[in-house]
């Protein structure tokens, strides 16, 4: 063990979107997650957007940005190192950050997230399938109802602001 309290092989990874969901989650990485997870995080000093366009989900992705006044509901894993590369690979179009979160009125510094490289100048609106993952993990992890109902109507917004565009009417008339 080392002085954080893992072992070499180890680290903590700190997931506030799709990754909340363990299963989404073993789709990437190819093993179960449950066990891995330790539970509910917050991370303070930010706030949730969803500044990126993933082209694989065809649709507006989470991402956090700096925000003193805010926080960040998410799940806590400690994931085996030799996860790394493919959790890398699964978040393409982001970079590592570290932070510091709390769990379980516990710190826990040295804790890796991803936070997105090119971020768009407004948001961009997820899709029903992005949203449906982003809250069973919410609910499945616990994270606190309040939070899962913010988040929830956050979502939403962006999906009504979407098809108020000009751009959706042509295409739902088109179609």
Known sequence: MTATG????????????????????????????????????????YRL????????????VLDIVPDPA????????????????????????????????TSGGQLYSNVRTYSVIDKLSQEHAPNDWYVSIVLRGAVTCGLPE???????HHMYRLQQLDHGKPEHHRLLKSA
Not at 6 to 30: E, I, N, T
Not at 50 to 59: A, D, G, I, K, L
Not at 146 to 152: A, E, G, P, V
Request: charged share 20%.
């Open 6 to 45: 893992l072992s070499d092989s180890m680290f903590y990874y700190f997931a506030y979107g799709s990754c909340m969901c363990p299963v989404d989650l073993k789709r990437s990485l190819g093993e179960p997650m449950q066990d891995y997870v330790m539970g509910t995080a917050r991370l303070a000093g």
């Open 49 to 60: 957007g969803f500044f990126r366009r993933s082209e694989r989900r065809n649709c507006g």
């Open 70 to 101: 805010a926080s960040v509901e998410g799940v806590l894993y400690c994931l085996p190192e030799r996860l790394s590369a493919s959790l890398d690979e699964r978040e393409i179009g982001y970079q590592h950050e570290t932070i510091q979160v």
């Open 146 to 152: 309040q939070y899962c109902w913010q988040l929830f």
